[in-house]
Structure formats: structure tokens, C-alpha cells
């Protein structure tokens, strides 16, 4: 009797792990999308390490994520437009590689960049100096990539700095950008129009970022369709500047739960 009942013990064990995987992975599916930051164009909004949920929800559900057969041939199910400003999981038009950028363009906005500053539909965005960003010059994140820097050369373990400005879009609270230098290429741009369907992406670090102001010919991400879009990024769960996540003395405590503007 005792052998009978440790093996149903055994089973139940087993039922309730298997039950815990099928919730998770439906949790996974439905909802929610683990996403860690591997680079540094984000900076200083979203650091390298860290660790969130994506909000599968907030647009809906595309082609490429519905796990319904009732899903649409094209567009989303459920869906609902993102708003300037939110930070964007979304998956690239070319290779299908998932990036995180800030939605900065919607369908119809007339997009330029000027000596690093943004226009919108003619209007200059909202910006005002916010002190300098420092960081370690030193390897960071599994990838091991070091950081670009304004001050430039900087020894290893040196303070790398950048300029930081809090920069508004319309309809939108005051983000954090930074600057590392005033003559790079994507500064100063044409004038996109943004396709109907469609979204004009940056990066928070503007010298440090392949994103909508470059052709997807040459790279870049350029305009991003809706149904690309995954979800939209809305806190840090979990922060580590170390190569592994294991490394818990790296960890970033004051970032755990962090909400994103």
C-alpha cells in the first residue's frame, strides 16, 4: 500500500509541473513576452541587462504571434493603435529579428531630424538639457559590446559620458534621450511621411541606434508595418550588468520593477 501510495504522490507531482508548463506557456503565448535588452540603444530608458514582460495584448494579436485559426490572413485581432511615445517590441520588416525601440511616428506624421533634434508634422519636439549620463567603459551583457562615448578615447574602466536631454512628444511625458556627437549621419535627415499602416521607430541613445532613419537596404529597421507589432514594454521586472545573470553582485536592484516613461 505504501509503494501504491508514494507512486500516485510521484504522479500527481508530475501532473502538477506538466499543468504548471501547459499555464505558463499559454501565459507565454497569450499575453506576455520575456524580452531582454541585448544593446545599448535604448540607453539610458532601457540599460543592457535588463530583463521585462512585454504586453502581448496592448495592439493585439498579429498574423505572426494569434495562436487561433480564427485569426486574420492580415492585420491584427483585437487590436488597438499605439500611442507616440511607447516603447515598442516589434519584429523587423526584413529579417524577422525582434527589436525595442520608442514609437515616435504615427500613420500620416511628417518626421525630420535637424542638428539631432526631432520635427514633427513642422513643429520642433520638446527638448531640454538633463545633466550627462555616466557609465563604466567596460564590456556589457552577454553580447560583451563596450558603450560609445562623447569623451572619447576612454580607457577600460573608465567613465564613459554622453549628453542627456528630457525630450517630450505631443500628447506624451518627458523621456529621457542622450547624445554622443552632433555630426553623425542620422542627425540630420530627409523628411519621412509615415506610410498608412505603418510606424516610424527610434532609439533613446540617437547615435547608437539602427532604427526607422535608416533604409532597411542599408540595415536599417525603416518603416514598421502594425501587424509587426508584438507588444509594448511598460516596466522592468529585473536588471543585471553582468555577463550572466548568475553574477548576483551585478545585479541592479533600483531598477527592479522600474516603470518606463
Given at each position: 500500500m505504501?509503494?501504491t501510495?508514494?507512486?500516485?504522490?510521484?504522479?500527481?507531482?508530475?501532473k502538477t509541473?506538466v499543468?504548471?508548463l501547459?499555464?505558463?506557456?499559454i501565459?507565454?503565448?497569450?499575453?506576455?513576452?520575456?524580452?531582454?535588452?541585448?544593446?545599448?540603444?535604448?540607453?539610458?530608458t532601457?540599460?543592457?541587462?535588463d530583463?521585462l514582460?512585454?504586453?502581448?495584448?496592448?495592439?493585439?494579436y498579429?498574423?505572426?504571434?494569434?495562436?487561433?485559426s480564427a485569426?486574420?490572413?492580415?492585420?491584427?485581432?483585437?487590436g488597438?493603435?499605439?500611442?507616440?511615445g511607447?516603447?515598442?517590441?516589434?519584429?523587423?520588416?526584413?529579417?524577422?529579428?525582434?527589436?525595442i525601440?520608442r514609437?515616435?511616428?504615427?500613420?500620416?506624421?511628417?518626421?525630420?531630424?535637424?542638428?539631432?533634434?526631432?520635427?514633427?508634422n513642422?513643429?520642433?519636439?520638446?527638448?531640454?538639457p538633463?545633466?550627462?549620463?555616466?557609465e563604466t567603459?567596460?564590456?556589457?551583457?552577454p553580447i560583451?559590446?563596450?558603450?560609445?562615448?562623447?569623451?572619447?578615447?576612454?580607457?577600460?574602466?573608465?567613465?564613459?559620458?554622453?549628453?542627456r536631454?528630457?525630450?517630450?512628444?505631443?500628447?506624451?511625458?518627458?523621456?529621457?534621450?542622450?547624445?554622443?556627437?552632433?555630426?553623425?549621419?542620422?542627425?540630420?535627415t530627409?523628411?519621412?511621411?509615415?506610410?498608412?499602416?505603418?510606424?516610424?521607430?527610434?532609439?533613446?541613445?540617437?547615435?547608437?541606434?539602427q532604427?526607422?532613419r535608416f533604409?532597411?537596404?542599408?540595415?536599417?529597421?525603416?518603416?514598421?508595418?502594425?501587424?509587426n507589432?508584438?507588444?509594448?514594454?511598460?516596466?522592468?521586472m529585473?536588471s543585471?550588468?553582468?555577463r550572466?545573470?548568475?553574477?548576483?553582485?551585478?545585479?541592479?536592484?533600483d531598477r527592479?520593477?522600474?516603470?518606463?516613461?
Open positions: 505504501a509503494a501510495k508514494n507512486e500516485g504522490g510521484f504522479l500527481e507531482t508530475v509541473v499543468y504548471a501547459l499555464i505558463a506557456g501565459f507565454r503565448t497569450l499575453f506576455f513576452q520575456p524580452f531582454w535588452i541585448p544593446s545599448g540603444s535604448m540607453k539610458d532601457l540599460l543592457v541587462g530583463f514582460f512585454v504586453n502581448k495584448m496592448a495592439y493585439g498579429s498574423q505572426h504571434s494569434c495562436p487561433f485569426c486574420p490572413i492580415s492585420g491584427r485581432l483585437f488597438s493603435m499605439p500611442d507616440r511607447d516603447i515598442v517590441v516589434f519584429r523587423h520588416p526584413v529579417n524577422g529579428t525582434d527589436f525601440k514609437l515616435v511616428g504615427l500613420p500620416g506624421d511628417k518626421i525630420q531630424f535637424k542638428d539631432g533634434q526631432m520635427i514633427l513642422g513643429t520642433p519636439v520638446e527638448v531640454s538633463d545633466g550627462i549620463f555616466n567603459y567596460e564590456r556589457q551583457g560583451g559590446g563596450f558603450p560609445r562615448c562623447s569623451n572619447s578615447p576612454v580607457g577600460d574602466g573608465g567613465i564613459c559620458s554622453k549628453e536631454f528630457q525630450e517630450t512628444l505631443p500628447g506624451d511625458n518627458p523621456h529621457s534621450t542622450l547624445n554622443i556627437t552632433d555630426s553623425s549621419f542620422a542627425d540630420n530627409r523628411e519621412f511621411t509615415v506610410p498608412d499602416g505603418q510606424f516610424f521607430f527610434v532609439g533613446d541613445n540617437r547615435d547608437n541606434s532604427d526607422s533604409a532597411q537596404a542599408a540595415g536599417g529597421v525603416g518603416f514598421v508595418p502594425y501587424e507589432l508584438i507588444g509594448r514594454a511598460d516596466r522592468v529585473f543585471s550588468a553582468g550572466r545573470m548568475v553574477y548576483f553582485w551585478t545585479w541592479r536592484s527592479f520593477f522600474k516603470a518606463l516613461e
